[in-house]
C-alpha cells in the first residue's frame, strides 16, 4: 500500500506537464470575419445619416443666426425675443440630437460586437474541447506572458470552425 501511494505521488506531478494548454488571437479572428466587415460597414453609414442630420440642422441654424444678427437692428423687441427663443431652442435640439445619435451608435455598436464576440467563444469553447485542452487563453486579453512554444495556437482552428480563411 505505500508502494503504491508513493508512485501515485511520483506520477501526480507528471500529470500536471501532461495538461494540454492552447492559447488563441481572437482580435485576428473577429477582423477576418464576414460579420464584422458588414457590421463596420452598417455603423460607418449609420454614423454618416447622423452626421448629414446633425450638418443639415446645423446650417439651418448658422442660417436663421445670420438672418437674425443681419436684420437685429430693424426688428421690433417682440420679434426679437421670438426669434431669440427660436434659435435658443435649436440650438438645444441640435445638442439634445448629436448626444442622442451617439448613444445610439455606440448602443448598435455594441450590440453588433456582442454577437460577433459570442460565435467567436463559443467556437473557442468547441476547439477546446475537441482538442482536450485545460485552458485557451487569449493572447490579445493583455496576459502578461503565455508561453507559445508550451502551448498550441489554435487560431487557425477556430477560423475553420466559423469557416474563415
Known amino acids: 500500500m505505500k508502494k503504491f501511494i508513493i508512485a501515485a505521488l511520483l506520477a501526480l506531478p507528471m500529470s500536471v506537464f501532461a495538461q494540454k494548454f492552447a492559447h488563441v488571437n481572437s482580435a485576428t479572428i473577429i477582423q477576418a470575419m464576414p460579420?464584422?466587415?458588414a457590421a463596420q460597414t452598417e455603423m460607418e453609414n449609420l454614423n454618416k445619416t447622423y452626421q448629414d442630420d446633425l450638418k443639415r440642422m446645423q446650417d439651418e441654424f448658422q442660417t436663421k443666426l445670420d438672418d437674425y444678427q443681419k436684420n437685429q437692428a430693424t426688428l421690433p423687441d417682440a420679434v426679437k425675443q421670438r426669434r431669440e427663443s427660436e434659435l435658443q431652442d435649436l440650438n438645444q435640439r441640435i445638442q439634445t440630437f448629436y448626444q442622442t445619435s451617439q448613444e445610439e451608435l455606440q448602443k448598435a455598436t455594441q450590440t453588433k460586437m456582442q454577437?460577433?464576440?459570442t460565435k467567436v467563444t463559443n467556437a473557442?469553447?468547441?476547439?477546446?474541447i475537441a482538442g482536450g485542452y485545460v485552458y485557451v487563453m487569449d493572447i490579445t486579453s493583455g496576459i502578461p506572458y503565455i508561453s507559445e512554444t508550451l502551448?498550441?495556437?489554435v487560431t487557425a482552428q477556430v477560423k475553420a470552425k466559423?469557416?474563415?480563411k
Open 35 to 37: 460579420e464584422y466587415t
Open 115 to 117: 454577437a460577433i464576440t
Open 124 to 128: 473557442i469553447k468547441e476547439v477546446g
Open 151 to 153: 502551448s498550441t495556437d
Open 162 to 164: 466559423l469557416g474563415i
